[in-house]
């Protein structure tokens, strides 16, 4: 099992930053790819930025420019700074990490980012 346990929510004004953290523990060997998503009230889930265990990164466009994903591998922890704020980016932000065996899909508790004036 692996756990992941998010940080860094809270409420920003429009134009400000934050910076999330997703600190996973447990059996965490097979993990080759960790991210987050985000899903806002009354839409989908959807991907904003991944990061796999060799340092690849994806991104949504429209967050490319503005966030940035990264990763602490001495502290099995992956960051997301975000810069550049809109009230769109307003929504429940879940850590996801992609196993290598199954079960495929670790998901964190999800935190919230409100981007209000």
């Given at each position: 099992q692996v756990?992941?346990?998010?940080s860094g929510g809270?409420?920003?004004q429009p134009g400000g930053s934050l910076n999330l953290s997703c600190a996973a523990s447990g059996n965490i060997f097979s993990i080759w790819r960790m991210g987050w998503y985000r899903q806002a009230p009354g839409k989908q889930r959807e991907l904003v930025a991944t990061i796999t265990?060799?340092?690849n990164t994806n991104y949504a466009?429209?967050?490319k420019g503005?966030?940035?994903?990264?990763?602490d591998n001495?502290?099995?922890t992956v960051y997301l700074q975000m810069n550049s704020l809109k009230p769109e980016d307003t929504a429940v932000?879940?850590?996801?990490?992609a196993n290598r065996v199954r079960p495929y899909d670790y998901?964190?508790?999800?935190?919230?980012?409100?981007?209000?004036s």
């Open positions: 756990q992941l346990v998010e809270g409420l920003v265990s060799g340092g466009d429209s967050v503005r966030f940035t994903i990264s990763r001495a502290k099995n932000y879940y850590c996801h990490a998901w964190g508790q999800g935190t919230q980012v409100t981007v209000s």
